[in-house]
């Protein structure tokens, strides 16, 4: 994936670089990286990882997880509009 398609994908599923950040579980400046193709301190290459890669296609498809139940919402993602209302994370990612 490269950065280009990482920002692209991000607009698609009109996500913020935070709500992004906080679906694929990492850091916002660890979006900003991926997003820019290089480190912000050092200018070292980033490379998105290829479990990165295919979360964002299960995220896009709405994939759920393997094997797992399905969790409450409101926990997994405390600080989204799940709290205010959305019904599942489907809804707050869905594809527009």
Same mark, same amino acid.
């Given at each position: 994936?490269?950065?280009?398609?990482?920002?692209?994908?991000?607009?698609?599923?009109?996500?913020?670089?935070?709500?992004?950040?906080?679906?694929?579980?990492?850091?916002? =400046?660890?979006? !900003?990286?991926?997003?820019?193709?290089? /480190?912000?301190?050092?200018?070292?290459? #980033?490379?998105?990882? &290829?479990?990165?890669?295919?979360?964002?296609?299960?995220?896009?498809?709405?994939?759920? =997880?393997?094997? !797992?139940?399905?969790?409450?919402?409101? /926990?997994?993602?405390?600080?989204?509009? #799940?709290?205010?209302? &959305?019904?599942?994370?489907?809804?707050?990612?869905?594809?527009?």
């Amino acid at each position: 994936m490269t950065p280009e398609s990482f920002k692209d994908w991000r607009k698609q599923m009109g996500l913020t670089q935070a709500t992004a950040a906080q679906a694929l579980g990492v850091s916002k =400046p660890t979006i !900003e990286n991926y997003e820019r193709g290089t /480190r912000r301190d050092n200018g070292d290459p #980033v490379i998105i990882p &290829l479990h990165i890669a295919l979360a964002c296609r299960a995220l896009f498809h709405n994939l759920e =997880p393997w094997d !797992e139940p399905v969790i409450d919402d409101a /926990r997994a993602f405390p600080q989204t509009e #799940v709290r205010s209302g &959305l019904r599942s994370s489907r809804e707050l990612y869905k594809k527009t």
